[in-house]
C-alpha cells in the first residue's frame, strides 16, 4: 500500500515520516529541547481539555472559513514557519508555498529557510508571512526585513523566544549540524535511508540561503540577541505593513508587545523545543486572552496534532492557529499528496469536531464550547 494510503491522522505522518528519514533528520524535527517535558505537556494539556457536546442544533451549514489581520482563509489554521523544511523532502518550501495558495492558508516561511524569498513569493504572494529572527545587531535583522519586503512581503513574524539556540539533546547525539558531519554513524543512517539520501543529494542538500552566508556551517548557536523592545520599536517605525510577536506566554510581555503597536501576538512555546521547564502554550493562552481584550488578534501553536485541538485552542483564547511538526512529518511520508492530504484531513476534522459541538462557524467557537466553563 502507498504511504498516501496509510495516512488518517498525525500519528500516522508522524510514523511514516520515522521510517523514511534518517534518523538525524527526524530527531530534528521531532525533537525539543532539555528532557522533552514542554513537548510532552504541550501534548497533554490539549488531552486534559474536554469540549462539551451539544445537541439538536442545525448544523449542516458548516464553514471553516476564519478571518485573521484582515485576510480570509479557508481554514483557521495555517503552516507555522520552520527552517530547513527541505530536509523533510526537496522542495518542501516550494510545496507548501503552493498548497498555502492553493488551500488559502498563510504560510511561515522561516529565516533559516534554504530556498530564495523569491521563488517563495512568486508563487504564493500574501499567503506567505516572513519570519524573522534577529541575530546581534538591529542592522541585520533590518537588512532582512528588506530583503523579504523587496520579495513582496506584507506580513512579519517576529520570533522572540529564541534569544539563543537550546540545547537539544536528539542533535547533540546524533552530532546534528549543517552541513552534515559525516562520521560512520551518520554515514550508517544515511545508507540505511538510501530513498530520501539520494533524492536529497540530486536535489541539492539543504542549507539556509539568508543567513550565516559568509560562513559554510549553519550555527544554530548563534545569539539572536536582536529582538529587544528597542528593536521592536525601531520595527514598528520602519515597517508599515503586519508584524505578529511569536513566542510570548507571560501576560506582562503580552500587554507590552499589545502598547507597542504590533498587530497580533502569537502565543507559543516554540513546540517545546526552547525552554523545557515553559508551561505548555495552550494553559498560558486563556490568561493572555483575559489580559488583551476580545479584540487582540491571537494566533497560537504548539502541540496542536488534530481538529479537536484548533478547536480547543479557538476556544481558549486564539482567533487563529498554526501547526508544526505535523507538516513536515506529512512532506516526509508523502511528499504534496501528504501535505494536501494532511490537511484534508485536519478541516475535516474541525468540521465534525464543530457538527458535535453545534457550531455552523468559527467565529462561534469560544470558551462556552469548553466543558466546565459554562458559566
Ligand atoms: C523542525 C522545526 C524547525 C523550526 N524552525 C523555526 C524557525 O525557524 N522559526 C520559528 O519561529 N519557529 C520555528 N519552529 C517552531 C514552529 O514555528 C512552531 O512554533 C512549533 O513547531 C509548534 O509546535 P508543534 O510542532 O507542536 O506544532 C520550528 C519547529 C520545528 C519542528
Known amino acids: 500500500m502507498a504511504n498516501i494510503d496509510k495516512i488518517f491522522d498525525s500519528n500516522d505522518v508522524r510514523w511514516l515520516s520515522k521510517k523514511r528519514l534518517p534518523n538525524l533528520i527526524y530527531d530534528f524535527i521531532e525533537g525539543a ?28 451549514k458548516r464553514s471553516l472559513e476564519t478571518e485573521f489581520l484582515g485576510q480570509r482563509f479557508d481554514q483557521p489554521f495555517g503552516i507555522a514557519p520552520m527552517g530547513l523544511c527541505n530536509l523533510a523532502c526537496p522542495n518542501a518550501d516550494l510545496i507548501m508555498a503552493e498548497v498555502a495558495k492553493n488551500r488559502n492558508l498563510p504560510h511561515g516561511l522561516s529565516t533559516a529557510t534554504s530556498t530564495s524569498l523569491e521563488k517563495v513569493y ?26 523579504a519586503q523587496n520579495a513582496g512581503c506584507k506580513t512579519l513574524i517576529l520570533t522572540v523566544d529564541v534569544p539563543q539556540g537550546s540545547r537539544r539533546m536528539r542533535e ?5 549540524q549543517v552541513p552534515f558531519k559525516m562520521g560512520l554513524k551518520q ?25 550565516n552566508e559568509s560562513e559554510d556551517r549553519f550555527d544554530r548557536k548563534a545569539l539572536r540577541v536582536g529582538a529587544t523592545w528597542d528593536f521592536l520599536d525601531k520595527l514598528r517605525d520602519k515597517w508599515n505593513g503586519k508584524i505578529i510577536v511569536k513566542g510570548v506566554l507571560s501576560v506582562e510581555d503580552a500587554k507590552r508587545v499589545k502598547s507597542s ?17 515553559a508551561p505548555a502554550a495552550i494553559d498560558a493562552l486563556p490568561n493572555i486572552r483575559a489580559a488583551l481584550g476580545s479584540e487582540f488578534p491571537i494566533a497560537f501553536d504548539s502541540g496542536i496534532r488534530d481538529g479537536s485541538d484548533v478547536v480547543k485552542a479557538l476556544a481558549s483564547g486564539a482567533n487563529f492557529t498554526f501547526l508544526g511538526r505535523p507538516i513536515l512529518h506529512s512532506l516526509a511520508a508523502a511528499g504534496k499528496p501528504g501535505l494536501e492530504k494532511f490537511i484534508s484531513i485536519i478541516c475535516e476534522d474541525i468540521s465534525v469536531v464543530m457538527a458535535q459541538i453545534g457550531l455552523n462557524s468559527t467565529k462561534d467557537i469560544n470558551s462556552l464550547v469548553l466543558f466546565g466553563d459554562q458559566g
Open 187 to 211: 554515514f550508517i543512517d544515511l545508507s540505511t535511508h538510501p530513498l530520501w539520501s539520494l533524492k536529497t543529494i540530486a536535489s541539492g542538500i539543504p542549507k539556509p540561503v539568508l543567513i
Open 172 to 176: 547533540l547525539r546524533n552530532g546534528f
Open 261 to 277: 503597536g504590533m498587530d497580533a501576538i502569537w502565543v507559543s512555546n516554540h513546540g517545546g523545543r526552547q525552554l523545557d521547564g
Open 122 to 147: 512568486r508563487i504564493s504572494e500574501d499567503n506567505t508571512w516572513f519570519q524573522l529572527y534577529v541575530f546581534a545587531g538591529v542592522d541585520s535583522g533590518l537588512e532582512l526585513v528588506k530583503k
Open 33 to 60: 529541547t532539555g528532557r522533552e517535558i514542554a513537548l510532552e505537556r504541550n501534548l497533554r494539556s490539549f488531552d486534559e481539555i474536554r469540549l462539551l457536546p451539544r445537541s439538536l442544533r442545525d448544523v449542516s
